[in-house]
């Protein structure tokens, strides 16, 4: 899961620029990774990708700071709906 | 900061030196600010997220021998050392990784009672920020310690602030909406909450940390509020402390201000104009929430400011006319940086109804006043736009692409996208050749900041052009959208 999502910033986010790595653990908001614009199309993205609506008061820093985080975030929801 | 001077003091640092700031929003540009001009020198902010060509070119631009920064920088600050300029040292970076890196442990070894030993005119420079030229060519925009004070007054009088006030500064320090957090907040002893970078994109938090830590003031463009509207959870948040709503570098869609109107009851409301030469000039308090779309009024100058708008021969129109706006006023820069020709030409020397001679900044926006004799933005002069808040020369993105080799000629144009401006591009290719459009986009990617480069480009055989071989930018715009 963590590929998917490292794969859409870097194609979608950056332009698939080949020198850019990016692992679960790295600061994506700190850092410029990610900013407002490209964060809205990321949650889009992972909405249509994981078949799932991010409800509004989810959208904090907590769930969104890394990948590992946003992997957490969706498979504590994907398994709830699955309860 | 005494000690942050210190250390710039023991590098050689003097009187007017340009020192550059390189680091995301921190506690550290508080620091690096004040220690830069408690030495005397002058603090120039650059932008993180600016290609490293264009960073360079600033740096180049006013002989940036010493920039502070901290560790998420350090491989763009490394990147940077590799053009060719004259920077030679870095400050909060570690010294581990390179020898002319001073970290910041090292800064806070330094005396804490350290004093300049030369005193500061309201003359001598304070700060300098830079936008881009028409041609691409970074303008600095020099600001004194007399003009930087005297907006730091007027703000503080004109919102009667004091040290009971917290103040919420979402913009970056490159920005001159900072200025209210960074120098009137001081001035009056309040507090300044530095919104961290993760706050700025996530909304939901962002309304939690403004509500949590009882902010009375915020400023900032106002994309950053309707993002608050949209996805910040605002029902949900008790933001009953803010008693000022500042925004400034783009219109404010009535829609969106009514809604937060609604949100926000107890706050006063203000449209805040001012090009970054006068950081501020006017203010427009919005009395009720707009009962109908019409584009919130600019309002009038406020405090030692006066205005003329004039038209292409230099006169003053009549009652009511369109022309452009000039300022008068004590938050004027100073010039230009090492451009005399470029200030000539932006300032304008009147003779006033005593006789005297006074210098007033020629805005390059158009403006008229209403029947209530409020003044109204009517747009651009020129080609300069706004995406998000920040300017952006059409003509220079129009240069830029013809040097690409591709490209025999450009025209530029902006689209609005829902409730953002979106620059797109049109161009003519060199006969027989074909490019990647991703390659165009990468290649402007190198030297614009993100917020100029065209959203899409699309490829054209001609432009439609006026009798006299003009590119009439808003048929090509129509051209490209039908395609």
Same mark, same amino acid.
């Given at each position: 899961m963590d590929q998917i999502i490292i794969g859409y910033i870097i194609k979608e986010l950056h332009n698939g620029r080949a020198d850019l790595e990016i692992s679960a653990k790295d600061d994506l908001l700190g850092s410029g990774l990610v900013e407002s614009m490209g964060m809205m199309r990321l949650i889009q993205f992972i909405e249509d990708e994981f078949n799932f609506k991010v409800a509004p008061e989810d959208m904090t820093i907590d769930h969104f700071m890394t990948v590992e985080a946003m992997v957490n975030y969706i498979e504590s929801v994907q398994f709830v709906e699955h309860e | 900061m005494k000690q942050l001077a210190d250390m710039l003091d023991q590098l050689g640092v003097k009187k007017g030196d340009r020192i550059g700031i390189y680091m995301n929003r921190c506690m550290e540009t508080a620091i690096a600010i004040y220690g830069i001009m408690y030495l005397g020198a002058v603090y120039v902010p650059l932008d993180p997220k600016a290609p490293i060509h264009r960073t360079n070119s600033l740096v180049k631009n006013c002989d940036i021998g010493i920039i502070i920064s901290h560790p998420p920088q350090r491989k763009k600050i490394e990147n940077i050392f590799e053009e060719d300029n004259d920077l030679h040292t870095i400050v909060g970076l570690p010294e581990e990784y390179a020898p002319h890196y001073i970290s910041w442990e090292e800064v806070y070894e330094q005396s804490s009672n350290f004093r300049p030993g030369k005193l500061i005119k309201p003359t001598d420079l304070a700060y300098i920020m830079y936008t881009s030229g028409s041609t691409g060519q970074p303008k600095g925009i020099m600001h004194t310690h007399f003009s930087g004070l005297s907006y $730091?007054?007027?703000?503080?009088?004109?919102?009667?602030?004091?040290?009971?006030?917290?103040?919420?500064?979402?913009?970056?320090?490159?920005?001159?909406?900072? %200025?209210?957090?960074?120098? %009137?907040?001081?001035?009056?002893?309040? %507090?300044?909450?530095?919104?961290?970078? $993760?706050?700025?994109? #996530?909304?939901?938090?962002?309304?939690?940390? #403004?509500?949590?830590?009882?902010?009375t003031v915020w400023y900032s463009v106002p994309l950053a509020m309707i993002q608050l509207l949209q996805k910040g959870l605002l029902k949900e948040r008790d933001l009953s402390s803010l008693k000022w709503i500042l925004y400034g570098g783009e219109p404010f869609p009535p829609k969106y201000m009514r809604a937060l109107m609604k949100h926000w009851p107890n706050a006063q409301f203000c449209n805040v104009y001012g090009p970054a030469e006068v950081n501020q000039c006017t203010n427009y308090q919005i009395p009720t929430p707009p009962v109908d779309n019409e584009p919130i009024p600019i309002g009038d100058v406020w405090a030692e400011t006066k205005c003329l708008i004039i038209n292409e021969e230099d006169e003053v129109v009549q009652k009511g006319k369109q022309g452009e706006l000039l300022i008068h006023s004590t938050t004027r820069m100073k010039g230009y940086w090492q451009n005399d020709v470029l200030t000539q030409q932006s300032l304008y020397t009147h003779t006033n109804s005593d006789g005297k001679q006074e210098i007033y900044y020629r805005t390059g926006d158009l403006f008229h006043r209403d029947e209530q004799n409020r003044l109204q933005f009517n747009g651009r002069k020129d080609h300069q736009v706004k995406i998000r808040g920040y300017r952006v020369e059409l003509d220079a993105v129009e240069a830029l692409l013809v040097t690409h080799p591709a490209i025999l000629e450009s025209a530029v144009f902006t689209v609005q996208n829902n409730d953002s401006k979106q620059i797109q591009a049109a161009v003519i290719l060199n006969e027989s050749t074909r490019v990647d459009k991703n390659d165009l986009i990468a290649f402007l990617k190198q030297q614009l900041p993100y917020y100029a480069v065209p959203e899409k480009i699309h490829t054209l055989d001609a432009f439609p052009r006026t009798g006299s071989g003009k590119i009439k930018r808003s048929e090509v715009k129509k051209k490209c959208l039908e395609i």
């Open positions: - | $730091a007054r007027l703000s503080a009088d004109l919102y009667g602030l004091n040290e009971n006030d917290k103040i919420g500064n979402h913009a970056p320090i490159h920005f001159d909406i900072s %200025t209210l957090g960074y120098f %009137t907040a001081p001035l009056v002893g309040a %507090t300044t909450l530095i919104v961290p970078d $993760a706050y700025t994109i #996530m909304p939901a938090s962002l309304s939690q940390l #403004m509500a949590k830590e009882r902010l």
